[in-house]
């Protein structure tokens, strides 16, 4: 009967002691979590930025090739006019 009690008593303390690391060990994964997920959304934020950056200097590519195009055409006109 004793050996019964002491076997119990360890198996208790065993339990104890794991369900404690397990829980300060849950703790830290969550933390880390947490942390991961505050970095992912930084990083989303700062693709999105980019992105509405990248949209805007497409547009203003596209804008200078036009403006390019009207200015090479009134060059060929211009060349036009005096060779005539």
Partial sequence: M???KMFIKKIILLSTIIVVSGCASNE???LQV?????KV???TTEV?????QQDKTNM???ELKTSDEKTNQRIDNVTATYKK
């Fill in 2 to 4: 004793h050996i019964n």
């Fill in 60 to 62: 203003k590519i596209a």
């Fill in 34 to 38: 947490s942390s991961l997920t505050q």
């Fill in 28 to 30: 830290g994964l969550e």
């Fill in 41 to 43: 959304n930084k990083l």
């Fill in 48 to 52: 999105s930025k980019l992105k509405m």
